[in-house]
C-alpha cells in the first residue's frame, strides 16, 4: 500500500453561512486532505499540531479511518489553532472573522520514522520554509510532491516560495493567485509561467468554476458538480487535493491520462464536502456514494461525437 | 437538408479591447448565429434589417457562405442599427459607448416563404413580442424552438417575455441573467424554475468558465477552451448559439445526448470567433479547423476511470 504524507493544519473552525452558524468544529487543511485521501486504500499521515484542548475523540475518528495520527504533535499547554469565518450570500466570498494561529506559531513539522520514504508528499498550505522542512525530512526523493500555497505566502514570502516550488511537482492554487504568481492574466499563460517556476503540473482550482490541470501544453479540465444547495464551502478545495492525491497514491500511476481522473475524483469529494458544515459530510462518506457520483460526473462531461 | 430560420441583428460593431480598436466592422447577433451555423450542411436564412448604408459586400459574403439573406430587408433611407463599446482588461466585462438603433426601432420581421416550415427556428436576443411574431408566422410548429434574451427585456418586457416563454424549447441565457428570471441563486434551481415557465432545456452560458445544459434534473457542462488570448469576446455567445442549432439541424437528432454535441460544438465554435475582432475568424473558419478543435476539447474533458 503506498504511503502519502500530508502537512497541514488541524484545526478549530467556527463558520457563519446563510444556512446557519457553528460552535467551534473540527477543521485544517491537513484535516479535510486526509479525510478525503482516507477514501482511497493508502497508508496516509497527517502531519501537523494541535494544542491540550484538542479532544482526543478527533484523533480517535481519523486514526478509525485508517489516519496514522503519529505526526501531530499535541503541545499540552497550548491551544489549537482557530479560525472563524462568514461566508456571504453568494458563497463564494467569505470574511475572516477570527484568526487565532496558536500553537501553529511555532509548528515545526516531524514527519514520523515510518512516513519518511512516503511516495506521494503534500504540502499544505503554510510557510513555504516549513513545506521545505518536511522535503528535507524524507530519506528518498518522493515519487510526487504537491504543494498548496495562497496569495498571503506570495505577499510576505515570495523568495521562500519560489525556493520550495523549484522541489515540487505538483502545484494547486486558485486563479487569482495563479495570476498573482504569474503575473499573467491568462490561465493558459500563467501555467506556463509556473512550469519555468518548476512544478510540472499546475491545477488551478476555480471554486464552483471546476479545476484546469496543466501539464506543458496538455491541458484537463473538471467542473464542479452543479448542486442546488453549497452549504458550506470550508475545506472543498483541500478535499479536491486530498482526493487527487489519494487516488494517485492508490494507483500508483503519474500518467497525465491518470492524473485526469485523479483530478475528477477530487471534484467529486469536493462535491460532498460542501453539503454539510465542516467534515461532517467526509466523516459519514462511503465508497458507494463516490461511485454514484463518479456516474454523476460522467453524465456532466462525457460526449460521443463521431467526427466525419 | 434541414431548415433553420434565425432572426437577430445585423449590424455595425465598433470594438475597443486591451488589443487594438476597430472601425464601424460587421456585426449583429444574426450574423454571428449565421456565419457559425454555416459550418454546417443547413439552409440557414437570417431574418433581419439593416440601413442603406449596409455594404453589399457583407450579403454577398453570406450568401457565398450558403446563408440565404432574403429574410434581410434594406431600409434604404435608414441606417444601419450601431453598437459600440470597450472591453475592460480582464475581457469579462464591458462598457457600452454607443448604442443607435436606427432600423431597428421599427423593425417587423417578416420570414420569407420558403422558411416558414424551417425545422428549427432561432429567436435572437429581440423585444419578445417581436420574437412571438416570428412563430406566429410559421406554417407549422418547429421541431425546435431556441430563444436567447437578456436582463434589458427582463426589466421592461417581463410579461411579454414569460408569454413567449411558453412556446420555447431552448433558452440560452447568462448565468446572471438566469438568477434574474429565476429569483433563485443556485443554477440547478434556476433551472428548474426556467422549466416551469416554458423551456424543456435550459442553456446557461457562463461565458469563460463554460455552459451547462439543462432538462429536467439532466445535465451537461461543457467547458470554454483555455485561451493564451481572448482577442475580442463580441458575439461569442452567439456563435455558441449559432454552433449549437446548426449542428441540431444537420443531425435531425434532438435527444438529450445530441444536445450534448451541440452543446460542444457551440463552444467549439465560440473559441474560433474570439480569436480575432468581429467576425473575421468566423469567414475564414475551415472545417478542418473545427475538427482539430473538437480532438482539442476530448482531451480537455474526456476521462477514463474504471469503477472498480
Redesign the interface.
Known amino acids: 500500500m503506498s504511503k502519502l504524507v500530508v502537512v497541514g493544519t488541524v484545526a478549530f473552525d467556527a463558520i457563519e453561512t446563510p444556512f446557519g452558524k457553528t460552535d467551534k468544529i473540527l477543521g485544517g487543511s491537513g484535516t479535510f486532505v486526509g479525510l478525503a485521501a482516507s477514501q482511497f486504500e493508502v497508508k496516509t499521515g497527517v502531519v501537523s499540531v494541535v494544542g491540550g484542548d484538542f479532544p482526543a475523540s478527533y484523533l480517535e475518528m481519523m486514526n478509525s479511518k485508517g489516519i496514522n495520527t503519529e505526526g501531530i504533535e499535541i503541545v499540552k499547554e497550548g491551544k489549537t489553532f482557530f479560525w472563524s469565518g462568514k461566508y456571504h ?2 458563497m463564494n466570498s467569505r470574511d475572516t472573522l477570527i484568526t487565532e494561529l496558536n500553537v501553529l506559531e511555532t509548528f515545526a513539522p516531524v514527519v514520523p520514522e515510518n512516513f519518511k520514504d512516503a511516495a506521494i508528499v503534500m504540502l499544505g498550505n503554510l510557510h513555504p520554509q516549513t513545506q521545505a522542512s518536511v522535503l528535507d525530512q524524507m530519506t528518498k526523493r518522493p515519487k510526487l510532491v504537491v504543494l498548496d500555497t495562497m496569495n498571503f505566502w506570495m505577499d510576505i514570502a515570495l523568495d521562500d516560495l519560489h525556493s520550495v516550488l523549484k522541489r515540487v511537482d505538483v502545484i494547486t492554487i486558485n486563479d487569482e493567485e495563479a495570476r498573482q504568481l504569474s503575473g499573467e ?5 500563467a501555467a506556463k509561467r509556473i512550469h519555468e517556476m518548476g512544478p510540472k503540473y499546475v491545477v488551478i482550482k ?1 471554486g464552483e ?2 479545476a ?1 490541470l496543466f501539464n506543458h501544453g ?4 473538471a ?1 464542479a458538480l ?5 452549504f458550506d464551502p470550508t475545506g472543498a478545495g483541500d478535499t479536491f487535493a486530498g482526493g487527487f492525491c489519494g487516488y494517485l497514491a492508490k494507483t500508483e500511476d503519474l500518467s497525465f ?1 491518470n492524473m ?2 485523479a483530478i ?2 477530487g471534484s467529486n469529494l469536493a462535491s460532498f464536502c460542501v453539503e454539510k458544515f465542516g467534515t461532517e459530510r467526509m466523516q459519514e462518506l462511503s465508497s458507494d456514494d463516490v ?1 454514484t457520483r ?2 454523476a460526473f ?8 463521431k ?1 466525419s
Open positions: 450570500n453568494d492574466y491568462s490561465l493558459v499563460n476555480k468554476h471546476g484546469l496538455k491541458m484537463f479540465y467542473p452543479p448542486l442546488a444547495e453549497v491520462e485526469k481522473n475528477i475524483y461511485k463518479l456516474n460522467k453524465d456532466l462531461t462525457q460526449f460521443d461525437i467526427i
